[in-house]
Nanobody, 124 residues
Framework: QVQLVESGGGLVQAGGSLRLSCAASGRTFSSCNMGWIRQAPGKEREFVAAVSRSGGSTFYADSVKGRFTISRDNAKNTVYLQMNSLKPEDTAVYYC?????????????????WGQGTQVTVSS
């Protein structure tokens, strides 16, 4: 079992930045691929970014490439999402997710463990 708790969401103006954190409990964090997935009101879950177990490989949705950066600190059992140049269309609930599979998931529905989400609102 992996428990995930997100923090760092909030209200920011367009062009601003936020840094999301996800703290994981359990001894298996370093064996998990980690991802961030978001869901806007009335829309499907959308994959945002993912990082492999070691942190050596990262993956991004086209909509956030060049603006968002995912990273992890296995010593702290934490994964981060640095979000720069935020746009109103980035407004959503952001979920941290974990998976023990061999392949790093890059969709919004294939992760095994999920946090409860943190709201990000970008005003225009």
């Amino acid at each position: 079992q992996v428990q995930l708790v997100e923090s760092g969401g909030g209200l920011v103006q367009a062009g601003g930045s936020l840094r999301l954190s996800c703290a994981a409990s359990g001894r298996t964090f370093s064996s998990c691929n980690m991802g961030w997935i978001r869901q806007a009101p009335g829309k499907e879950r959308e994959f945002v970014a993912a990082v492999s177990r070691s942190g050596g490989s990262t993956f991004y949705a086209d909509s956030v490439k060049g603006r968002f950066t995912i990273s992890r600190d296995n010593a702290k059992n934490t994964v981060y999402l640095q979000m720069n140049s935020l746009k109103p269309e980035d407004t959503a609930v952001y979920y941290c997710a974990a998976d023990h599979g061999i392949v790093v998931p890059t969709t919004g529905y294939t992760y095994t463990y999920w946090g409860q989400g943190t709201q990000v609102t970008v005003s225009s």
